[in-house]
T-cell receptor, first 113, second 113 residues
Framework: ETGVTQTPRHLVMGMTNKKSLKCEQH?????MYWYKQSAKKPLELMFV???????ENNSVPSRFSPECPNSSHLFLHLHTLQPEDSALYLC????????????FGSGTQLSVL | QQQVKQSPQSLIVQKGGISIINCAYE??????FPWYQQFPGKGPALLIA?????SEKKEGRFTISFNKSAKQFSLHIMDSQPGDSATYFC????????????FGSGTQLTVLP
């Protein structure tokens, strides 16, 4: 077990729904990340939080809204998604934002109908 | 623009054989090169990493070979086992900047029994 837990594991939503993905890390890390994984593509970094402050937003559409209430929890709020947003969404953490070793959760497999 | 190019996309190897996955990078500022292993239904996990001050790093059956002048690095899995069947991602970053970790597109390895 990596110490990074993501829920739900699977999510099917319509284009007009609002849902949230949750990530919790039990490693005492201070940096957390959202990645998007699509088939046969490199992992795409979406957001980075360090000590609860967002430090990176890689031109992600506004229909994805992150929230980091404390250093152990990270959310990704979803609304009015498009079918092309269907992917595996991975949460990761690291000791801090300069340490390169990432610890990933198992991901949420999202399908947008 | 993809900064880390990974090949092959898929690889089938017989048990006991050698698996070789290659990556090439463009940014000469990269100085940290990890490999991540991902099993189905799980998130990626750090397998082995190298910095350019050495040309090779070995951990058990896994070896990274690094060629700084060619801007290439590769993962060699000796005595490949069915349990090694997974997707492997190479990555590159600049030391001190975890958010700059750039991933390759992945190689799906199947080791036949």
């Amino acid at each position: 077990e990596t110490g990074v837990t993501q829920t739900p594991r699977h999510l099917v939503m319509g284009m007009t729904n609002k849902k949230s993905l949750k990530c919790e890390q039990h490693l005492g890390h201070n940096a957390m990340y959202w990645y998007k994984q699509s088939a046969k593509k490199p992992l795409e970094l979406m957001f980075v939080y360090s000590l609860e402050e967002r430090v990176e937003n890689n031109s992600v559409p506004s229909r994805f809204s992150p929230e980091c209430p404390n250093s152990s929890h990270l959310f990704l709020h979803l609304h009015t998604l498009q079918p092309e947003d269907s992917a595996l969404y991975l949460c990761a953490s690291s000791l801090d934002r300069v340490r390169e070793k990432l610890f990933f959760g198992s991901g949420t497999q999202l399908s947008v109908l | 623009q993809q900064q880390v190019k990974q090949s092959p996309q898929s690889l089938i190897v017989q048990k006991g054989g050698i698996s070789i996955i290659n990556c090439a990078y463009e940014n000469t500022a990269f100085d940290y090169f990890p490999w991540y292993q991902q099993f189905p239904g799980k998130g990626p996990a750090l397998l082995i990493a190298i910095r350019p001050d050495v040309s090779e790093k070995k951990e058990g059956r896994f070896t990274i070979s690094f060629n700084k002048s060619a801007k290439q690095f590769s993962l060699h899995i000796m005595d490949s086992q069915p349990g090694d069947s997974a997707t492997y991602f190479c990555a590159a970053s600049i030391t001190g900047s975890a958010r700059q970790l750039t991933f390759g597109s992945g190689t799906q390895l199947t080791v036949l029994p």
